[in-house]
């Protein structure tokens, strides 16, 4: 099973802040939190991921909890390609374990 | 670099049919993956190889099979086709270290009449 829960929807309005979370109780001392997105009919495509520090890349932010028991992924200037499915998964960086998508969280990007 | 490639894109299939999905990916990736994605659902992994002659089953790998020979390829199986295998095909691929970022590819959309 997936370890992590996310809400099943949300809307934001374009131009605005998106901020997604994701509950990880369980997760343990050597997972890193990834987050992924698909567009519609699309393949997903990573978008970030992190340990334990928030991190910043091109397209978003990771802000982690310091119990690393939960986390956001900030679109900081939501746009409607922005609208897509996004997913949070938590693994280790060098397994060999298996990946489990969850359900994952579609977001609206509404003009 | 052209990243993880799958063939076909589309296919239409009767009932018992067999084909195979062939996936090849250029990132010397130990790793690759299938997963299936039914209309309007998530992702559901069907199996995964740590490496070339290794595979290993993940949530539905009932009515498929894969096999590993190369680093390369990773093509999955389906053996007697079935309505309930209509779906859309992804096979995706990752590093064993450094970064466990997983590359997917465009997917394989497939019916079964």
């Known amino acids: 099973d997936a370890k992590t829960t996310q809400p099943t929807s949300m809307d934001c309005a374009e131009g605005r802040a998106a901020n997604l979370p994701c509950n990880h109780s369980?997760?343990?001392?050597?997972?890193?939190v990834y987050w992924y997105r698909q567009i519609h009919s699309q393949g997903p495509q990573y978008i970030i991921h992190g340990l334990k520090n928030n991190e910043t890349n091109e397209m978003a932010s990771l802000i982690i909890t310091e119990d690393r028991k939960s986390s956001t992924l900030i679109l900081p200037h939501a746009t409607l390609r922005d609208t897509a499915v996004y997913y949070c998964i938590v693994r280790v960086e060098t397994s060999y374990d298996k990946v489990i998508f969850g359900p994952g969280t579609s977001l609206s990007v509404i003009p | 670099n052209a990243g993880v490639t799958q063939t076909p894109k589309f296919r239409i299939l009767k009932i018992g049919q067999s084909m195979t999905l062939q996936c090849t990916q250029d990132m010397n990736h130990n790793y690759m993956y299938w997963y299936r994605q039914d209309p309007g659902m998530g992702l559901k992994l069907i199996y995964y190889s740590v490496g070339a002659g290794i595979t290993d089953k993940g949530e539905v790998p009932n009515g498929y099979n894969v096999s590993r020979s190369t680093t390369e390829d990773f093509p999955l199986r389906l053996e007697l086709a079935a309505p309930s295998q209509t779906s859309v095909y992804f096979c995706?691929?990752?590093?064993?270290?450094?970064?466990?970022?997983?590359?997917f590819g465009e997917g394989s959309w497939l019916t079964v009449v």
């Open positions: 369980t997760i343990s001392g050597n997972e890193y």
């Open positions: 995706a691929s990752s590093w064993s270290v450094e970064r466990n970022t997983i590359y």
